[in-house]
Structure formats: C-alpha cells, structure tokens
C-alpha cells in the first residue's frame, strides 16, 4: 500500500517574504525610535521614526509599507518599547503624540503610492528624484497634518499654537530625513545595477 503526499503552501513564498519585510521595518521603525532629542519649543521630540515610515513606503510600496507601521503600532499598543524613547503602552496612542502615530501607515501609503504610481511596485531604477522628493514631502504633509490636528486636540492648543509646535519646530529635521531617504535610495538602486 503506497501513500502520496503532495506539498501544500498555506502562504504563498511571496506573502511570507512581504511579511517578513514589513515586520523588519516596523522593527527598524521602533528602533529608530530610540534616537530622540527633545524640542525645547514642543511637547513632541525628533525622532528618527519618519524616516522609517518614508522608506517603508518606498521600499515596501503603497500595500506593505502601511501594513509595516499597522504592525509597528499593534506592537507599540500591546507594550512593546517602540515608541519615542522605548516607551509602549496604548497610551501613547491617545496621548499628545498619537496624531503623529497614526499617521505613520497612512503616511507610508502615499508615499509608496507617489513613488510606485500605483499599488505595484516597480523599480526604483526608474524613479526619479523630482519623484522621490515629492512623495516624501507628501508623506511629511500627511504626519504633521494629522499629528498638529492631534496635538491641538489633545493639549487645547490654539490652531497656529499647534502648528508652531507641532511641524514648523521641526522642519529643518524632516528636511534632513528627506534627504538621508533619498540618499538611501539611491545608492541602493546603484548598488542593484
């Protein structure tokens, strides 16, 4: 009596690696967590945490950049020490900074949709810079639109008291980050060819 068996893949070898590259950005996402500086005029620090969420999105793409950062934020909910400075707990995800979290998927998605034109990826090869930039300046609008709104909400600050506080104070660092993603980029694509 002879058995057969054949192999069944549950997930496809495509999904498993996606997921496998969204749990490594969520985690290099609260690693750059850890590099923090305090803003003498805001209650929000610099962090390294939205260049994360800038090459998720142009690394992973608009689908599995976002889930990337969902991954991150479940993490941050559950206790994990992901957040500014290694702080976790739910409570930072309706504390004063929460805005900016929450924006980080969202965040991620357009940019990947800005670099990609679209939900496939495709290659960075042929992404210029001018389209690199602007879907970074995107995702930057997207977090500090949604992390003011959150901040004024959250501390009953008046609306240019928000935007002072919460995006023009750091401006100068995302200017800094924009350009740190690009270089990044770049010289991954020219390392690839």
Known sequence: MSTATESVDLVGHESTRNLARAALFAALVGAFAYVSFPVPLSPAPVTLQVLGVFLAG???????GPA????????????APVFSGGAGGLGHL?????GYLW????AAGVVGLAVH????????????????????????????AVGVTGLALVLGLAPVEAVVQ?????????AAKIAAAVGIVRSDALAAT
């Open 103 to 106: 924006s980080y998927p969202v």
């Open 68 to 79: 990337a950062l969902g991954i991150y934020l479940a993490a941050g909910a559950l206790g």
């Open 58 to 64: 142009v690394l992973l793409g608009p689908v599995w």
């Open 117 to 144: 034109r679209g939900p496939a990826l495709r290659d960075l090869d042929g992404v210029g810079v001018p389209t690199l930039v602007g879907g970074l300046i995107a995702g930057t609008v997207v977090i500090y």
């Open 94 to 98: 309706v504390g004063a900074t929460a």
């Open 166 to 174: 919460g995006a023009l104070v750091f401006l100068p660092a995302e």
